[in-house]
């Protein structure tokens, strides 16, 4: 990983294969101020342009080339991140070539990042529930050019399973396609449910075959100083989730 890497900002722990880098950034080593003090990345947050600007820029410098940014829409569309140009709405992307950088912005939704053990193709997924009701995951998946066997998965900073309070329409939807998913939500008052946005996010990666999943144990709505939260802040800014793949050179 570069040295240019804030020491706050998280770099996942997996086994992921030589070459293969990953971070997520946190509030930490930013230039804005407000409720978007910190390294905001999000420019759609009426956070200062030029400061997202900067901000943008204090990533760049520890990434070989620019990220591929998506508009995401909490949807399940995927993305090719090598032949990306311009900014597509889409919720996932994938790349085989090095250099090439997955982004996925995040402040309450999981990020999910995937490589292969061979280290052949990289991934990068959003995935708050509607994202994850709608196959987000699944469909990543089927866009690696590795069997699900051989894929490695590990699951960002999001929202805790102590503070998503969700209604019954979410708790119907993950039923209604997987009734195991029940456990993955508590009972909490009268039509209200706390709902473990890791655990089902674990649930489909394993339905895809996936066995190698880590990470999901950090929680951005209880920790204001590190994490942006749009549940718990409305007007707030955005992190980011970025991998790809080093040259052979800079492994």
Sequence with gaps: MSSDLHPDWITPDWPAPPGVRACVTTRAGGFSSGPWAGLNLGLRTDDDPAAVARNRARLESCLPQPPKWLAQVHGSTVVDADTLDGLPQ???SVARAAGTVCAIQIADCLPVLFTDRAGS???AAHAGWRGL???VLANTVAHMPASPQDLLAWIGPGIGPSAFEVGEDVLETFTAAAPENRAAFRPLRQGKWLCDLPALARAALSRCGITAIHGGHWCTFSDPQRFYSYRRDRVTGRMAAVIWK???SDD
Excluded: T
Aim: proline share 0%; glycine share 16%; charged share 15%.
């Design 90 to 92: 889409a919720d996932a």
């Design 121 to 123: 193709c990289i991934a």
């Design 133 to 135: 009701a709608g196959g």
């Design 246 to 248: 080093a040259a052979r």
